[in-house]
Protein backbone atom coordinates (compact mmCIF):
# COMPACT_ATOMS: atom_id res chain seq x y z
CA UNK A 1 0.00 0.00 0.00
CA UNK A 2 1.38 3.54 -1.01
CA UNK A 3 0.87 5.79 2.06
CA UNK A 4 -0.87 8.98 0.94
CA UNK A 5 1.87 11.33 1.81
CA UNK A 6 3.74 9.75 -1.14
CA UNK A 7 1.09 10.95 -3.30
CA UNK A 8 1.49 14.89 -3.26
CA UNK A 9 -1.56 15.19 -4.91
CA UNK A 10 -3.52 13.47 -2.52
CA UNK A 11 -1.84 14.75 0.47
CA UNK A 12 -2.90 18.14 -0.76
CA UNK A 13 -6.49 17.82 -1.23
CA UNK A 14 -6.69 16.30 2.26
CA UNK A 15 -5.46 19.11 3.47
CA UNK A 16 -1.40 19.08 3.66
CA UNK A 17 1.02 21.38 2.21
CA UNK A 18 3.68 20.50 0.17
CA UNK A 19 6.25 22.63 -0.52
CA UNK A 20 6.22 22.16 -3.92
CA UNK A 21 2.73 22.35 -5.68
CA UNK A 22 1.65 19.09 -7.14
CA UNK A 23 0.32 19.70 -10.58
CA UNK A 24 -2.19 18.67 -13.62
CA UNK A 25 -4.15 20.30 -15.63
CA UNK A 26 -7.85 20.00 -17.00
CA UNK A 27 -8.33 18.48 -20.28
CA UNK A 28 -4.72 17.30 -19.93
CA UNK A 29 -5.32 14.57 -22.78
CA UNK A 30 -6.56 16.34 -25.73
CA UNK A 31 -6.02 17.44 -29.14
CA UNK A 32 -2.95 19.64 -28.35
CA UNK A 33 -1.00 16.41 -28.22
CA UNK A 34 0.38 14.20 -31.51
CA UNK A 35 -0.90 10.79 -29.52
CA UNK A 36 -4.08 12.27 -28.72
CA UNK A 37 -5.41 13.12 -32.11
CA UNK A 38 -3.10 10.01 -33.93
CA UNK A 39 -5.44 7.73 -31.62
CA UNK A 40 -8.37 9.53 -32.38
CA UNK A 41 -8.22 8.71 -35.94
CA UNK A 42 -7.43 5.48 -35.86
CA UNK A 43 -11.12 5.09 -33.77
CA UNK A 44 -13.18 7.41 -35.85
CA UNK A 45 -14.16 10.29 -33.16
CA UNK A 46 -14.32 11.84 -29.93
CA UNK A 47 -17.15 9.26 -28.66
CA UNK A 48 -15.90 6.24 -29.95
CA UNK A 49 -12.37 6.66 -27.90
CA UNK A 50 -14.06 7.22 -24.17
CA UNK A 51 -16.61 4.27 -25.03
CA UNK A 52 -13.31 1.91 -25.69
CA UNK A 53 -11.91 1.88 -22.42
CA UNK A 54 -8.56 0.46 -23.82
CA UNK A 55 -7.86 3.59 -25.76
CA UNK A 56 -8.96 5.88 -23.05
CA UNK A 57 -6.88 4.28 -20.17
CA UNK A 58 -4.22 5.04 -23.15
CA UNK A 59 -5.43 8.36 -23.74
CA UNK A 60 -5.38 8.90 -20.14
CA UNK A 61 -1.92 7.96 -19.43
CA UNK A 62 -0.46 9.68 -22.18
CA UNK A 63 0.36 12.76 -20.52
CA UNK A 64 2.00 10.93 -17.27
CA UNK A 65 3.97 9.68 -19.36
CA UNK A 66 4.77 12.91 -21.16
CA UNK A 67 5.00 15.65 -18.42
CA UNK A 68 4.66 13.27 -15.29
CA UNK A 69 2.38 15.24 -14.01
CA UNK A 70 1.15 14.54 -10.46
CA UNK A 71 -2.47 13.95 -10.94
CA UNK A 72 -4.31 11.91 -14.03
CA UNK A 73 -8.07 12.52 -14.66
CA UNK A 74 -9.97 9.87 -16.24
CA UNK A 75 -10.53 10.04 -20.71
CA UNK A 76 -14.01 10.54 -20.82
CA UNK A 77 -16.88 13.99 -20.71
CA UNK A 78 -19.45 15.20 -18.38
CA UNK A 79 -21.96 14.17 -21.07
CA UNK A 80 -22.09 10.62 -20.73
CA UNK A 81 -24.32 11.17 -17.84
CA UNK A 82 -27.41 12.35 -19.93
CA UNK A 83 -26.02 9.63 -22.36
CA UNK A 84 -26.83 7.35 -19.42
CA UNK A 85 -29.93 8.89 -19.21
CA UNK A 86 -31.19 7.80 -22.44
CA UNK A 87 -30.40 11.21 -24.47
CA UNK A 88 -28.77 10.82 -27.72
CA UNK A 89 -25.33 12.18 -27.66
CA UNK A 90 -23.22 13.13 -30.30
CA UNK A 91 -20.62 15.11 -31.72
CA UNK A 92 -20.54 17.53 -34.89
CA UNK A 93 -17.04 18.05 -36.28
CA UNK A 94 -15.42 21.43 -35.56
CA UNK A 95 -18.67 22.14 -33.53
CA UNK A 96 -19.31 20.36 -30.08
CA UNK A 97 -21.60 18.11 -28.57
CA UNK A 98 -25.60 17.45 -29.65
CA UNK A 99 -28.07 15.92 -27.37
CA UNK A 100 -31.83 15.11 -28.30
CA UNK A 101 -34.29 15.36 -27.69
CA UNK A 102 -34.04 18.78 -25.52
CA UNK A 103 -35.42 18.78 -21.94
CA UNK A 104 -38.02 21.37 -22.49
CA UNK A 105 -41.29 19.39 -21.42
CA UNK A 106 -41.96 17.12 -18.32
CA UNK A 107 -42.73 13.94 -20.54
CA UNK A 108 -39.30 14.35 -22.25
CA UNK A 109 -37.83 14.18 -18.55
CA UNK A 110 -39.83 11.27 -17.44
CA UNK A 111 -38.55 9.26 -20.74
CA UNK A 112 -35.22 9.46 -19.29
CA UNK A 113 -34.08 6.76 -16.72
CA UNK A 114 -30.42 5.67 -15.58
CA UNK A 115 -29.31 3.03 -17.04
CA UNK A 116 -26.00 1.88 -15.37
CA UNK A 117 -24.91 -0.39 -18.26
CA UNK A 118 -24.01 2.59 -20.06
CA UNK A 119 -21.63 3.65 -17.92
CA UNK A 120 -19.20 0.10 -17.36
CA UNK A 121 -17.20 0.84 -20.73
CA UNK A 122 -16.02 3.84 -18.11
CA UNK A 123 -15.71 1.55 -15.16
CA UNK A 124 -13.48 -0.37 -17.63
CA UNK A 125 -11.07 2.53 -18.17
CA UNK A 126 -10.78 3.42 -14.44
CA UNK A 127 -9.74 -0.43 -13.50
CA UNK A 128 -7.42 -0.69 -16.72
CA UNK A 129 -5.67 3.06 -15.62
CA UNK A 130 -6.02 1.71 -11.74
CA UNK A 131 -3.84 -1.27 -12.56
CA UNK A 132 -1.01 1.05 -14.49
CA UNK A 133 -0.78 4.44 -12.72
CA UNK A 134 2.71 4.90 -11.66
CA UNK A 135 2.50 5.06 -7.35
CA UNK A 136 3.32 8.45 -7.13
CA UNK A 137 0.32 10.15 -9.19
CA UNK A 138 -3.19 10.50 -8.00
CA UNK A 139 -6.23 8.86 -10.01
CA UNK A 140 -9.24 11.49 -10.76
CA UNK A 141 -12.43 11.08 -11.82
CA UNK A 142 -15.37 13.42 -12.61
CA UNK A 143 -18.36 14.53 -13.94
CA UNK A 144 -20.58 17.99 -14.74
CA UNK A 145 -21.99 19.65 -12.07
CA UNK A 146 -26.16 18.73 -12.05
CA UNK A 147 -26.55 22.99 -13.24
CA UNK A 148 -23.64 22.51 -16.19
CA UNK A 149 -25.19 19.16 -17.22
CA UNK A 150 -28.51 20.71 -17.05
CA UNK A 151 -27.70 23.35 -19.36
CA UNK A 152 -26.78 21.18 -22.20
CA UNK A 153 -29.80 18.66 -21.88
CA UNK A 154 -31.91 21.27 -21.90
CA UNK A 155 -30.44 23.58 -24.98
CA UNK A 156 -29.27 20.58 -26.95
CA UNK A 157 -25.61 21.85 -27.38
CA UNK A 158 -23.64 24.59 -25.76
CA UNK A 159 -25.28 27.86 -25.63
CA UNK A 160 -25.15 31.67 -25.30
CA UNK A 161 -25.05 32.41 -21.57
CA UNK A 162 -26.63 29.23 -21.14
CA UNK A 163 -30.41 31.09 -21.71
CA UNK A 164 -32.13 28.39 -22.61
CA UNK A 165 -31.83 26.82 -19.27
CA UNK A 166 -31.95 29.51 -17.35
CA UNK A 167 -35.34 30.48 -18.89
CA UNK A 168 -36.75 27.40 -18.67
CA UNK A 169 -35.95 27.21 -14.48
CA UNK A 170 -37.63 30.79 -14.44
CA UNK A 171 -40.64 29.46 -16.17
CA UNK A 172 -41.24 25.90 -14.55
CA UNK A 173 -38.92 25.63 -11.71
CA UNK A 174 -40.53 22.68 -10.47
CA UNK A 175 -39.56 20.65 -13.92
CA UNK A 176 -35.98 22.38 -13.24
CA UNK A 177 -35.52 20.82 -10.02
CA UNK A 178 -36.61 17.10 -11.25
CA UNK A 179 -34.32 17.48 -13.84
CA UNK A 180 -31.40 18.64 -11.78
CA UNK A 181 -32.33 15.76 -9.42
CA UNK A 182 -31.99 13.13 -11.77
CA UNK A 183 -28.69 14.56 -13.09
CA UNK A 184 -27.56 14.73 -9.14
CA UNK A 185 -28.85 11.16 -8.25
CA UNK A 186 -27.41 9.68 -10.93
CA UNK A 187 -24.19 11.32 -10.55
CA UNK A 188 -23.47 10.35 -7.46
CA UNK A 189 -23.99 6.71 -8.16
CA UNK A 190 -21.31 7.28 -11.25
CA UNK A 191 -19.18 9.08 -9.14
CA UNK A 192 -19.34 5.90 -6.76
CA UNK A 193 -18.86 3.82 -9.40
CA UNK A 194 -15.51 5.45 -10.63
CA UNK A 195 -14.49 5.22 -6.98
CA UNK A 196 -14.93 1.66 -6.85
CA UNK A 197 -13.15 1.19 -10.00
CA UNK A 198 -10.00 2.67 -8.56
CA UNK A 199 -10.16 6.66 -8.42
CA UNK A 200 -8.52 8.78 -5.52
CA UNK A 201 -10.81 11.69 -5.31
CA UNK A 202 -13.08 13.53 -8.10
CA UNK A 203 -13.64 16.72 -9.24
CA UNK A 204 -17.11 18.13 -10.10
CA UNK A 205 -17.20 20.45 -13.31
CA UNK A 206 -19.57 23.36 -13.35
CA UNK A 207 -18.32 25.13 -16.31
CA UNK A 208 -21.69 27.43 -16.43
CA UNK A 209 -21.89 28.37 -12.90
CA UNK A 210 -20.78 31.82 -13.99
CA UNK A 211 -24.35 32.64 -15.54
CA UNK A 212 -26.63 32.75 -12.73
CA UNK A 213 -27.61 35.40 -10.49
CA UNK A 214 -26.86 35.12 -6.59
CA UNK A 215 -30.36 33.25 -5.97
CA UNK A 216 -30.54 31.16 -8.48
CA UNK A 217 -26.47 30.07 -7.81
CA UNK A 218 -27.69 29.12 -4.60
CA UNK A 219 -30.93 27.07 -5.79
CA UNK A 220 -29.14 25.41 -8.92
CA UNK A 221 -25.20 25.21 -7.98
CA UNK A 222 -25.04 25.12 -4.53
CA UNK A 223 -27.65 23.24 -2.93
CA UNK A 224 -27.03 20.24 -5.66
CA UNK A 225 -23.53 20.29 -5.27
CA UNK A 226 -24.16 19.92 -1.14
CA UNK A 227 -25.99 17.06 -1.83
CA UNK A 228 -24.11 15.47 -3.89
CA UNK A 229 -20.83 16.10 -1.36
CA UNK A 230 -22.77 14.67 1.16
CA UNK A 231 -23.78 11.66 -0.19
CA UNK A 232 -20.09 11.02 -0.88
CA UNK A 233 -18.72 11.60 2.20
CA UNK A 234 -21.43 9.34 3.27
CA UNK A 235 -20.30 6.47 1.05
CA UNK A 236 -16.85 6.93 0.04
CA UNK A 237 -15.17 8.45 3.42
CA UNK A 238 -11.84 10.01 2.88
CA UNK A 239 -12.23 10.32 -1.07
CA UNK A 240 -11.81 14.09 -1.45
CA UNK A 241 -14.36 16.24 -3.46
CA UNK A 242 -12.91 19.21 -5.70
CA UNK A 243 -15.85 21.40 -7.01
CA UNK A 244 -14.86 23.85 -9.44
CA UNK A 245 -17.38 26.47 -10.03
CA UNK A 246 -16.17 27.97 -13.03
CA UNK A 247 -17.13 32.02 -13.07
CA UNK A 248 -17.87 32.10 -9.42
CA UNK A 249 -16.17 34.92 -8.76
CA UNK A 250 -17.15 37.05 -5.71
CA UNK A 251 -19.53 33.56 -5.27
CA UNK A 252 -16.30 31.39 -4.17
CA UNK A 253 -16.67 31.87 -0.08
CA UNK A 254 -20.22 31.11 -0.36
CA UNK A 255 -19.63 28.25 -2.44
CA UNK A 256 -16.65 26.68 -0.78
CA UNK A 257 -18.59 27.32 3.17
CA UNK A 258 -22.20 25.99 1.86
CA UNK A 259 -21.03 22.92 -0.17
CA UNK A 260 -18.54 20.90 1.93
CA UNK A 261 -16.42 20.44 -1.01
CA UNK A 262 -12.67 19.21 0.15
CA UNK A 263 -10.88 21.29 -2.60
CA UNK A 264 -12.25 24.54 -4.69
CA UNK A 265 -11.01 25.26 -8.53
CA UNK A 266 -10.23 28.51 -8.95
CA UNK A 267 -10.85 30.08 -12.88
CA UNK A 268 -8.47 32.83 -13.95
CA UNK A 269 -10.47 35.72 -13.91
CA UNK A 270 -10.11 35.41 -9.82
CA UNK A 271 -7.09 37.37 -8.14
CA UNK A 272 -5.02 34.60 -6.16
CA UNK A 273 -4.38 37.03 -3.79
CA UNK A 274 -8.26 37.87 -3.36
CA UNK A 275 -8.77 34.02 -3.65
CA UNK A 276 -6.12 33.10 -0.70
CA UNK A 277 -7.94 36.26 1.39
CA UNK A 278 -11.08 35.30 0.68
CA UNK A 279 -11.38 31.19 0.86
CA UNK A 280 -11.83 29.42 4.54
CA UNK A 281 -7.97 29.04 6.12
CA UNK A 282 -6.41 25.53 4.85
CA UNK A 283 -8.87 24.60 2.51
CA UNK A 284 -7.17 23.16 -0.45
CA UNK A 285 -7.01 25.24 -4.13
CA UNK A 286 -6.56 24.01 -7.14
CA UNK A 287 -5.59 26.94 -10.08
CA UNK A 288 -5.61 29.54 -11.58
CA UNK A 289 -3.09 30.12 -14.90
CA UNK A 290 -4.85 31.64 -17.85
CA UNK A 291 -4.82 29.33 -20.10
CA UNK A 292 -3.54 31.67 -23.19
CA UNK A 293 -0.56 32.80 -20.78
CA UNK A 294 0.56 29.37 -21.28
CA UNK A 295 -0.10 29.65 -25.19
CA UNK A 296 2.29 33.21 -24.48
CA UNK A 297 5.00 31.09 -22.80
CA UNK A 298 8.28 32.95 -22.03
CA UNK A 299 8.67 35.55 -19.10
CA UNK A 300 5.14 36.35 -19.56
CA UNK A 301 4.02 32.80 -17.97
CA UNK A 302 7.01 33.21 -15.61
CA UNK A 303 5.74 35.41 -14.15
CA UNK A 304 2.24 34.49 -14.14
CA UNK A 305 3.03 31.07 -12.37
CA UNK A 306 5.40 32.91 -9.85
CA UNK A 307 2.30 35.35 -8.70
CA UNK A 308 -0.27 32.27 -7.85
CA UNK A 309 2.62 30.24 -6.40
CA UNK A 310 3.46 33.29 -4.38
CA UNK A 311 -0.42 33.80 -3.61
CA UNK A 312 -1.09 30.36 -2.81
CA UNK A 313 1.90 29.66 -0.87
CA UNK A 314 0.80 29.41 2.68
CA UNK A 315 -1.69 27.41 2.07
CA UNK A 316 -2.34 23.79 0.23
CA UNK A 317 -2.54 24.49 -3.15
CA UNK A 318 -3.07 22.39 -6.14
CA UNK A 319 -1.14 24.11 -9.57
CA UNK A 320 -3.57 23.94 -12.81
CA UNK A 321 -5.12 26.10 -14.87
CA UNK A 322 -8.57 28.15 -14.52
CA UNK A 323 -9.87 26.25 -17.61
CA UNK A 324 -9.08 23.42 -19.96
CA UNK A 325 -5.80 23.22 -22.04
CA UNK A 326 -6.66 25.12 -25.39
CA UNK A 327 -5.62 22.76 -28.86
CA UNK A 328 -2.80 25.27 -29.94
CA UNK A 329 -0.88 25.27 -26.73
CA UNK A 330 2.71 24.52 -27.74
CA UNK A 331 4.23 21.29 -25.68
CA UNK A 332 7.30 23.58 -24.88
CA UNK A 333 5.46 25.56 -23.00
CA UNK A 334 4.15 23.07 -20.74
CA UNK A 335 6.89 21.32 -20.18
CA UNK A 336 8.30 25.12 -19.07
CA UNK A 337 5.53 25.05 -16.93
CA UNK A 338 5.98 22.23 -15.15
CA UNK A 339 10.00 23.37 -14.61
CA UNK A 340 9.08 26.71 -13.29
CA UNK A 341 6.27 25.14 -10.90
CA UNK A 342 8.76 22.42 -9.58
CA UNK A 343 11.98 24.62 -9.67
CA UNK A 344 10.58 25.63 -5.64
CA UNK A 345 11.24 29.54 -6.42
O1 LIG B 1 -9.60 16.93 -18.44
C1 LIG B 1 -9.39 15.91 -19.14
O2 LIG B 1 -8.37 15.76 -19.84
C2 LIG B 1 -10.39 14.75 -19.06
C3 LIG B 1 -11.36 14.66 -20.08
C4 LIG B 1 -12.45 15.69 -20.24
C5 LIG B 1 -13.04 15.95 -21.50
N1 LIG B 1 -14.10 16.79 -21.33
C6 LIG B 1 -12.60 15.37 -22.78
C7 LIG B 1 -13.02 16.02 -24.04
C8 LIG B 1 -13.15 16.43 -19.30
C9 LIG B 1 -12.91 16.58 -17.82
C10 LIG B 1 -14.19 17.13 -20.00
C11 LIG B 1 -15.16 18.00 -19.33
C12 LIG B 1 -16.15 18.71 -20.13
N2 LIG B 1 -16.77 18.30 -21.27
C13 LIG B 1 -16.71 19.95 -19.75
C14 LIG B 1 -16.39 20.68 -18.47
C15 LIG B 1 -15.09 21.38 -18.52
C16 LIG B 1 -15.00 22.46 -19.52
O3 LIG B 1 -14.15 22.36 -20.41
O4 LIG B 1 -15.77 23.46 -19.40
C17 LIG B 1 -17.65 20.32 -20.73
C18 LIG B 1 -18.46 21.58 -20.74
C19 LIG B 1 -17.69 19.26 -21.70
C20 LIG B 1 -18.58 19.16 -22.89
C21 LIG B 1 -17.79 19.09 -24.12
N3 LIG B 1 -17.02 18.01 -24.50
C22 LIG B 1 -17.68 20.08 -25.11
C23 LIG B 1 -18.37 21.44 -25.06
C24 LIG B 1 -16.85 19.56 -26.11
C25 LIG B 1 -16.53 20.21 -27.44
C26 LIG B 1 -15.61 21.34 -27.31
C27 LIG B 1 -14.17 20.89 -27.39
O5 LIG B 1 -13.38 21.28 -26.53
O6 LIG B 1 -13.88 20.17 -28.36
C28 LIG B 1 -16.40 18.29 -25.70
C29 LIG B 1 -15.47 17.39 -26.41
C30 LIG B 1 -14.28 16.91 -25.67
N4 LIG B 1 -14.28 16.42 -24.38
C31 LIG B 1 -12.95 16.80 -26.18
C32 LIG B 1 -12.16 16.24 -25.16
C33 LIG B 1 -10.70 15.89 -25.24
C34 LIG B 1 -12.51 17.18 -27.58
C35 LIG B 1 -12.92 16.10 -28.50
C36 LIG B 1 -12.09 16.07 -29.74
O7 LIG B 1 -12.46 16.77 -30.69
O8 LIG B 1 -11.10 15.34 -29.78
Redesign the pocket.
Known sequence: MTSPSSKPLLATLKGERQSVPPIW???????YLPE?RAL?EEKGG?LA??MDSDAAAEITLQ?IRRFGMDGA???????IVPMALGQDLW?ETGE??RLAPTVQARNVLDALQPNAEALEPVYGTVRRVAALLPPQTTFLG?A?SPW?VAT?MIAGQ?SREQAEARRLAYRDPELMQALVTRIADCTIEYLLGQIEAGVEAV?L?D??SGSLSPAQFEQWVIAPTARIVAALHQRAPGVPVIGFP?GAGGKLPAYARETGVDAIGVDETVDPVWAHASLTANLPVQGNLDPLALIAGGPTLESAVDRILLAFSERPHIFNLG??IL?DTPIAHVEQLLARVRSGK
Open positions: LMRQAGRYRFLAPILFSDILFGPFGTYGQFSWKHGP
